[in-house]
Structures are given as C-alpha cells and as structure tokens.
C-alpha cells in the first residue's frame, strides 16, 4: 500500500538527505521569498517510489544549489523549477537526475527570468547508469532575459551509459519574443507592460505544483510584485 | 471617425525595398478594399503602419487626422484608434486572455476599469462573435484553430472601438459560418463610424462588408484606386489587365525571396521561391 508523504521548506533547505521509501510518494515544496542558502540536496528514490517536487525561487541575493536526485528500480520524479534573478544576484542550479537501475522515470524542468543585471543559469545533468536500462529521463530548462544587462545560461547535459532508454533536452536562452511583444503592443500595452504580462505567463506555472492554497496565492502574488518592482 | 494618411512611403524589410512611394487615403468611415498579387507588400503596408518593428520607413508619412502616427511607438498607435487584425496572430503562452483584454482597455483609460463593467463588456463581445465565454480563461490564443484565433481578432477590434480597422486575411481559416459572424461585426463597427482597410484575396468577404472603394498594390504602390467594381474585376480577370491597360508591369516578387520571418500576409514563400 503506498504512502504519501508532504514536506515543505520554506527559506531553507533540508537538513539530512531525504529518502522517499519503497513504493511511497513524497510530495515535496521549496519555497525561497527572502533567501536561498548555497548548498545541496540529496533526494533518494526507492524501488517503485515517487518524488513530486517543486521549487520557487524569489529570493534576494546570490546562490548556488545542488540538487542530486537518485531513482532505484521503478522510481518516478518530477522536479520542477521556477527562479526569478534581480538586482546584481547570481544564481546558479544544478538539478541532477542520476538513473540508477532500470524503469526509473524522471524529469526536471527548470524556468528562469533574469531581470535587471542578474544572472540565471541551470546546469543540471540527467544520467542514465549502466544497468538502468528502460529508464526514461527528460531535462529542460529555459531562461529569459528581461533587460538589456540581464545574463543567464540554460544547459541541460544528458549522459547515458546503456541501452533501451529514453532521454532527452531543450534549452534555450533569450529575450523576449518580437512577435509577442508586437501584438500586446498594438493592443495599447507599453513596452514595459507587454514585457511584464508576457513573462508572468512563463513563471505562473510553477504556482500549479503548490497544493498548499496559502503558499500558493504567496507564490503568485510574489511573481507579480518581482515582475513589476522590476 | 478619422482620416488615415498615407503620403510617399517607402518601407525596408531588412535592405530589401518593399514599400516604393505609396500613396492612400482612408477618409472618415470609409471600407477599402487592399488588393494586388502575392508579395508585392500588402501586409508590409499594414505592418508599417501598426509599427512593426520588423520594417523600416526611410521615407513618406502617415498621418492620423494630422497627428504624425511614424512619432509614435506601437502602443500609441493603438491608443490613437488604429487597429490590426493580424494575419497571424501569436500564441501567447501563460498569458491569460481575459487578462490581457483588461490590461488593453486599461492603458486607454485614466481610471482601471470596474471588474462588473469589464465583464459585462467582455461577455458582450464574446456572445457576438460567438466564441464560447470559457475561451476567455484560456490561454491568448494558445491551442486555438485557426478560425478561432481570426474570430478572436474580431473580438479584440470589438472591444477596442478603433477609428480605424485594418484587417489582414481576416477571412483565411474561416467556414462560412464564421465567415458570416465575422462579416457581421465588421458592418456593425462600420455603422459606428470605424474606416478599414481590408486585405483578403476572396471576393466573398468583400461581397459582405460592400468596400467603398478599392485600391490594387503592385510593386509597392498603389497603381489604380476605383469603385468595388474593380474587385469583381480582379476576381474574374486576375492582375493581366493592369499591366495593358495602365502599362504596369507586375513584379514576380519584390526584391530577394521573402525572408522566415513572418512578414506577412502575402509573402507565400512558394509562389516566391518557385
């Protein structure tokens, strides 16, 4: 019989590595409003287990964070990433999946807006390793760059070292899309406001993984205050 | 009510010359019908004047009842009462419609408007182009077909009020019953006074909105200007005549094959390329 399992962190990390037991469900939040410390997170998947993740982060100031989730037999995740860079902030993630026995699932999707002269970037690698064979793993991330100074770098690496499986990626990096822009503007939108509706649309999502009613209006409510401070 | 002016355009895209010297005129109310061959600059035309940033005016003028209308960014243009129907409108994703209709009825506005008035006004408008109100919730035209994205452009003409209508192939990806939906709410607007400017290759849709005039664009300029009869003309004889008759004589393309961006309505690349 399946267990479900909720955690949520709120402005900090886990202490101990978690460990999703066999054949049960963690459901895990990370929400980041004031500070995201530097640091790692080591999730184990057991046999037939499953690992719903998601994380926000909002907050101020430079990081940098490992994420290694490892799947046994059978193992599913989903790990979900939205991070909104101000100010001169750099924040660098690096969701890895690492597939170690056959039939384990995963995907990670990472999405970032860098605004003002911050600097996005998701380094994340997904392997399959030898042996985990029938395993299917996806990777993709994407970064937009808001302003003129705005930095931000999205590299999702596959590496695979058996046969019989699926992977695969999508990255990209880049501002705004003209047409997009073009069409809100020719409905009396400025510049300003086009680009601000354009890249609520892209963090929004992330709110969707939150099943905690409050956290998630704390979410939205957050992209739309950093979407407009900015 | 306005006066569209357009006075000795030349228009780029990138370094090829689309727009050579065009000259127009939409006076207060008027329909005109925008006709010509594929790739002669039809949709650049309504482009520059929306302000697409993917063309360039090097030189001439466009005036709105005398304001400089080439002064004002894109939003401007919009706020001044000039509207495009777009032949392709974009996908937005995660942008919601309903929101982006307010937020284009507020940047006209001194005041945000009242949610109820928003709303009655938005349910208006989706029940007379009769798009399902659920739409409203979905994403700006993300997964729509392609009469649902064209009905949709309608709808946000609706609310908009504009003085003046452009509208590129609003008609292409509509069955008959939108076709009829859409000829609809074109002829109410034209009854509030709003002028258009109409490219369609289809004399259907012309037979419905009853053009006051017509204007054929070869070559980048307007070359003949006449009554609706020349529509049913074009319809029937095509653009030989123009070429015998005013010794013009019609461009296989203008400049280099069109580029991948999407310039537009009548940029068929095979037609172009082939």
Redesign the interface.
Known sequence: MAENNDLQFIDCLPVNDLVVPEGETLHLEMAFFSVLPTGELKIRVKKGASLEAALADFSIGSSKLNVEIALEEGATSEFHLAALGKGDSVKTYIPNAIHLEPHSESLISSYGIASEKSNVSFLGTSSIEKNAKNSATRQEAKVILFDKESKGAASPILKIADNDVKASHGASVGRL????L??????????E??KR??T??????IASYFADESLRQRIESEIEGGIYRV | MATLSIKNLHVNAGDTEILRGLNLEIKDGETIALLGPNGHGKSTLLAAI?????YTVTEGSITLDGQDVLAM???E???AGI??A?QY??E?????SA??YK??LN??REQPIKLFEFYSKLQKAYAETEIPFEMSKR?LNEGFSGGEKKRNEIL?MKL?NPSVAMLDEIDSGLDVDALHVVAREIEKQQQTGTGFLVISHYARLYSLIHPTRAAILVNGRIVVEGGPELIERIDREGYEWIKTEYGVSVEKEIGKPMNDM?IGACGTKVKVNG
């Open positions: 899309n003209d047409d997009h073009f069409y809100l503007e020719s409905r009396g939108l400025s510049e406001d086009a509706l354009i609520l649309g892209y963090l929004k999502p | 929306m302000g697409n940033p993917a960014p894109v939003n243009r919009s706020k509207f495009l777009m409108p974009s937005v994703p995660g942008l919601n929101d982006f937020a284009a940047a006209r994403n946000q908009l999407s």
